[in-house]
């Protein structure tokens, strides 16, 4: 089952082309890492995928109706917004919009997912709290939350970790993983490679407006890769304990 | 010292300049009420100009006659340029003018309002006597008590009106023209609420008071929010009730002898209410 | 109905019965509400349903729509600065009005007046939007709002002096400053159908203004229409504000204030927050033309004064905090 196909995307923002010839499918059950230096064009790319700006060539996702499209991809943009003091179930519970008719009451199936999607980021006990007055770390997790009970068969976040201290950051990529393994796919951008090799099961890697590697981790990650996109030298080893990633230093 | 002697002098009594010849040349009116009052008595060639409010149809009685005379527009270099040795102006306003053609040694006099019609009188005989024209004077003071007489015959029955201008200002018995509804035969309703000179009517008393003539103000052109008090349901209503729409005009804005025309108007207005009474 | 809804509509009720009773003329209550639904012609009946009635119906109508008017734009520009009189919104649409009436416009045509409140109101909103922006910051909302009340209160002034009227000069309090004295039925229904309209078209955002406490992207990419949304909430202010200022002249601080205090009560969220504000925006409205009837009674003290008196503190406040937040 594809949940996002991208073919012959491209991207022109202010008559400069930022991304071009794009092409790759999600299917289920894939934790999917795009990663690339900055201003390569990962937010981008995402947000045109989901038909928020404009672009060329064929996307899954910006074909649908915007009804549609909330119920098949729930997105997590990197800007943390919440505008009001509202308390962290509210923030969660706006997840079940699409899924709900104007004017329309929750019902058990909504709380069910609202209730599950708390317990999964570990908010249980944060629910009736202001999500504007919790920290940073707190509110980035309640908005997570939020995507998860959205229920859709992709989840698409934008640098869902950047700012979670290390065992939130392992938490919420263990959630991803764990989504995946349900079948549910998740699409996410991130700076941390380390991380990505260890929990993604497959890395796309963009760089100067087009994807350069696309596969999992094992058998994508070279030296040359590595020095070629991000300009540094890493090292990295199948270990007992799963795929490990050190940068170490800027390649000159 | 000499010219401040002079603007003492000015102050204490106005028309000292003036009076060292008893009748001025050259006198510029720069008010609506003493351009009317003036235009009646000066001699000829004797008023040089008269406000251009003189000239306008809403509140004043004299259009004519004033289009003989140059219109000013109460500016002191204006004024100072004609070379007046006598300016006349109203009680109010005109502050700055007054003040900057004092000080250029021009003397002024302010008249003061007509509050009643022996104020009207008052000002016809104190105009004479500034413009050195006693005899022009009391012959129209004379005119006006034989024609004021006339209004004085039997009123059977006082019917009640209220006058309601824009913003709902009403006026009491201290004013020229709840004088002039008295003096043709009216109650005025404000007067009887309590009001002595002029203040803000509510509707909600105008209405509760039930008046058996309300007189409005004229409207101006264009539009404006302190008119549409004149056309709001209640007040229609209530013209409707006394079933004739009168309306004040440039008669009763000042104390000249022409507020005997409101006077007389206002009194076939009331003869018409009572006759049509069972 | 929630238990706020209900406290809030009983208010309402009390302050439109209130209205009806308190005015110069000394009618008891009882009487009035004889006057009100018996009418035997008399002079009672005619001061408290041609009187009284249209103003406590305005009260309510032009509160109701400037409450939720403020919710809404509030919500959109996830700003609580953001008041429809404020931001400059209701003095385009008193400029719209002032020239109607003057050119004749208003005359000519009963819907001369509305017509060209609501073409003032639209040019204000979308002018604030455009100088705004998608998510107004405070400064530039606040300065924006400056600019266009600054230019639209001198264009009034300046269409009121080149007036043939001598009192229309004198107005300008009256345009800037709002008040309900002496309005009739006729300007009910001058009103009525704006703020109807209005009011109804801002309700079917409810939706859309709980997604964008997410963010636009995050809204949008759940099915939010967001174009659409915009054009709704720009023509609903518009009509609002313009059947309020057609007939009430330019009431600040309803939208600010009113939004204010019953965000904590809805749980802030902004859906709720729209209709609880057009009832608390009733009862504000209600209570402010109360207050200006018993405080000083002869002298037609102006709505926006007390307004005012109670906004411009927490505005100064919302500022402060404002800053201290950072936003």
């Known amino acids: 089952m594809t949940v996002l196909s991208l073919s012959g995307f491209g991207v022109t923002l202010r008559g400069r082309p930022i991304l071009r010839d794009i092409a790759f499918d999600i299917g289920g059950g894939e934790l999917v890492g795009l990663i690339g230096p900055n201003g390569a064009g990962k937010t981008t790319l995402m947000r045109a995928a989901l038909g928020l700006i404009g672009s060329v060539g064929h996307s899954s996702l910006a074909a649908l109706a915007p009804a549609q499209r909330g119920r098949a991809v729930a997105w997590l943009p990197q800007a943390r917004e919440i505008a009001w003091p509202v308390d962290v179930q509210t923030v969660v519970s706006l997840g079940r919009m699409p899924h709900m008719s104007t004017g329309q009451r929750m019902t058990g199936a909504d709380r069910d997912a609202v209730d599950s999607a708390l317990e999964q980021m570990g908010l249980t006990e944060l629910r009736q709290r202001t999500a504007t007055r919790l920290s940073g770390g707190e509110q980035a997790r309640v908005l997570i939350a939020r995507t998860l009970a959205q229920e859709t068969p992709l989840l698409m976040a934008d640098e869902p970790i950047a700012g979670l201290d290390p065992a939130h950051q392992i938490s919420t990529m263990e959630t991803f993983a764990e989504l995946a393994r349900k079948g549910r796919s998740v699409f996410v951008s991130l700076h941390d490679l380390g991380l990505a090799v260890r929990h993604c099961t497959r890395l796309i890697v963009i760089d100067r407006g087009g994807v350069v590697a696309d596969g999992p981790p094992r058998a994508l990650l070279s030296p040359d890769l590595i020095r070629k996109t991000f300009g540094i030298t890493a090292w990295f080893q199948d270990t007992p304990e799963g795929l490990v990633f050190q940068p170490l230093e800027v390649a000159t | ?278 | ?327």
């Open chain 3, 1 to 327: 109905m929630t238990r706020l809804g209900l406290i809030l509509s009983l208010l309402v009720l009390a302050l439109f019965g209130a209205a009806l009773v308190v005015g110069p003329a000394s009618i008891g209550p009882v009487d009035s509400i004889v006057a009100l639904i018996g009418g035997d012609g008399g002079a009672s009946t005619l001061v408290v349903r041609e009187i009284r009635l249209p103003r406590a119906i305005l009260a309510a109508l032009i509160g109701a729509g400037l409450g939720m008017a403020g919710a809404a734009m509030q919500g959109y520009l996830r700003n609580p600065l953001a008041d429809p009189g404020l931001i400059g919104i209701s003095g385009a649409s008193a400029l719209g009005a002032v020239i109607a009436l003057q050119t004749g416009l208003a005359v000519q045509s009963g819907i001369g007046l509305p017509l060209a409140a609501l073409t003032g109101a639209l040019i204000g909103v979308l002018l604030v939007l455009a100088l705004a922006g998608p998510r107004g910051s405070s400064l530039t909302l606040i300065l924006a709002g400056i600019a266009i009340s600054a230019l639209a209160g001198a264009l009034t002034s300046l269409v009121l002096n080149l007036s043939p009227n001598p009192f229309a000069a004198n107005e300008i309090v009256f345009w800037m400053m709002g008040s309900l004295a002496d309005r009739s039925m006729a300007h009910v229904w001058i009103a009525f159908p704006l703020i109807l309209a209005g009011t109804v078209m801002l309700a079917t955002l409810t939706r859309g203004l709980d997604a964008l406490t997410l963010g636009e992207d995050a809204a949008e990419a759940m099915g939010l229409r967001l174009n659409r949304m915009r054009m709704i909430l720009i023509l609903g202010t518009a009509t609002v504000v313009a059947g309020s200022t057609a007939v009430a002249g330019a009431i600040g601080f309803i939208g600010l204030v009113v939004p204010h205090i019953l965000r904590p009560l809805v749980g802030a969220r902004p859906g709720r927050l729209l209709w609880a504000s057009a009832l608390g925006g009733a009862a504000m409205l209600l209570a402010s033309d109360l207050a200006v009837r018993i405080l000083l009674p002869a002298r037609d003290l102006k709505l926006g004064v007390v307004t005012a008196l109670v906004g411009a503190p927490l505005f100064l406040h919302l500022i402060h905090r404002t800053r201290r937040e950072g936003l």
């Open chain 2, 1 to 278: 010292m000499l010219r401040g002697l002079a603007w003492a002098a000015a102050l204490i009594w106005p028309w000292a300049g003036a009076h060292a010849d008893p009748s001025p040349a050259r006198v510029v009116s720069i008010n609506l009420c003493t351009d009317q009052l003036a235009m009646l008595i000066a001699d000829t060639g004797q008023l040089v100009s008269v406000s251009h409010l003189a000239t306008d149809p809403r509140s004043s009685a004299m259009v004519e006659q004033a289009r003989a005379y140059p219109a000013n527009s109460g500016l002191a270099e204006e004024i100072y340029l004609m070379q007046p040795d006598l300016v006349l102006a109203g009680e109010y306003g005109a502050n700055a003018t007054v003040d900057m053609l004092r000080r250029l040694d021009v003397p002024v006099l302010r008249f003061e309002q007509a509050y009643s019609l022996d104020d009207v009188r008052a000002r016809m005989i104190q105009m004479g006597e500034v413009l050195g024209r006693q005899d022009r004077a009391a012959e129209l003071v004379d005119r006006f008590d034989a024609r004021l007489g006339d209004f004085q015959a039997e009123i059977a029955a006082r019917p009640r009106a209220a006058l309601y201008y824009a913003n709902g200002y009403t006026l009491g018995d201290k004013s020229l023209a709840g004088q002039i509804l008295t003096r043709a035969g009216f109650d005025n309703v404000a007067a009887d609420i309590g009001y002595e000179g002029g203040g803000v009517l509510p509707l909600e008393l105008l209405a509760m008071n039930i008046p058996d003539a309300v007189v409005t103000g004229q409207p101006y052109p264009g539009a404006s929010r302190s008119e549409e008090i004149m056309d709001h349901p209640v007040v229609s209503v209530l013209r409707r009730q006394s079933a004739t729409a009168s309306v004040t005009d440039s008669d009763w804005v000042c104390g000249t002898p022409f507020v005997l025309d409101a006077v007389s108007q206002m009194t076939d207005l009331r003869q018409s209410l009572t006759a049509d009474r069972p």
